[in-house]
């Protein structure tokens, strides 16, 4: 069983080119997730954007590509210098990013119009979700936005150690509905380069792949916005 009071794993470590991945994380897979790809294609994403827990922030550079104001949210030091420089790299002097902890970060209140989640929330501690949900709805503007993809229990071995903290739809709506006005949840998938074969470091359930041969695991879209 993962160990739901601490992270799952270690961040700053995971994106080191002598970390555990050797520099490339199974999320990082070059491109936002296609769930919510497939989101901002159909033109759910408003104004200014909190892409929170970015990583290397695909989804910040698509969306500030798009035009949109996107401010990515990040515990580690080592992601924000590579999201900045993919910025730079880009043309993209509307994505910035910040070195911060999602759970207690201020200074944002009420400039947020749309709050985007791509992975993060299965990330964290279990007990650091109510910290994450009242930073993010203080942050968010009158009637904004927010989406959560989420691995759904079954992406990992029950039995396996380290591994996200993924959830059932009750407590994903119990944690978040705390805070927000829940419009829908659905089954989706997470899309990741997970290591496979017999020399992987775990065994995972029988999931299906795309057609980049990347594993597409069961996971949530939660859709809310913010009611008062
Ligand atoms: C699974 S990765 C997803 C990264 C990115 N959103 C994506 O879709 O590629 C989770 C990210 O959340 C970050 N993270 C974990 N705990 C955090 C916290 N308390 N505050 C901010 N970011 C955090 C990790 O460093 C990591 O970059």
Known sequence: MSDSTSNAIDWEDAYREDGDFDGAPPWNIGEPQPELAALIAAGEVHGTVLDAGCGHAELSLALAARGHTVVGIELTAAAV??????????????????????????????????????????????EGRDGYQQSVHRAAAPGARYYILVFAKGAFPAEAQHTPNEVDEAELRAAVGKYWEIDEVRPAFIHANMPEGPDAPMQLPPHDHDDQGRMKMPAFLLTAHRAD
């Not at 994505?95 to 947020?112: E, K, L, P, Y």
């Open 81 to 126: 210098a590579a999201a900045t420089r993919a910025a730079q790299d880009r043309g993209l002097s509307n994505a910035t990013f910040v070195q911060d902890d999602i759970t207690s970060f201020t200074g944002f209140d009420g400039r947020f119009d749309t709050i985007i989640d791509s992975t993060l929330f299965h990330s964290l501690p279990v």
